[in-house]
Nanobody, 128 residues
Framework: VQLVESGGGLVQSGGSLRLSCEYS????????MGWFRQAPGKEREAVAT????????DYSDSVEGRFKISQDNAKDSFYLQMSSLRPEDTAMYYC???????????????????????RGQGTQVTVS
């Protein structure tokens, strides 16, 4: 299984960025996909998740209403659209996936994102 992020960069406060995660090596149907972030000197923070093939989405309180997670299975990718960015959103962002979880969609909650078993290499987001 491979996950490859792209789309990070430097953006001004109030701006937008879209992160992409291209996946390979697993069946997307019935998978949890998500994002977490880690700023220097801080703990990892789960940000968003979805259950592939459904409308299920879940977000942390810190990004609810500003970030949107989505997927495009035709492109073997999922995304994190980030809007109204703030300096405190500055972090390395990682995409993660957990194919065919026990419990199905019930596992796909933002509080479980850090348990997902596959992770990309990360992409840096800096908000000035």
């Amino acid at each position: 299984v491979q996950l490859v992020e792209s789309g990070g960069g430097l953006v001004q406060s109030g701006g937008s960025l879209r992160l992409s995660c291209e996946y390979s090596g697993y069946r997307y149907i019935g998978s949890c996909m998500g994002w977490f972030r880690q700023a220097p000197g801080k703990e990892r923070e789960a940000v968003a998740t979805l259950y592939s093939g459904s409308d299920l989405r879940d977000y942390s309180d810190s990004v609810e209403g500003r970030f949107k997670i989505s997927q495009d299975n035709a492109k073997d990718s999922f995304y994190l659209q980030m809007s109204s960015l703030r300096p405190e959103d500055t972090a390395m962002y990682y995409c993660v996936a957990h194919p065919d979880p026990i419990g199905g969609s019930r596992f796909c909650r933002v509080e479980r994102v850090l348990e997902y078993i596959f992770r990309g290499q990360g992409t840096q987001v800096t908000v000035s």
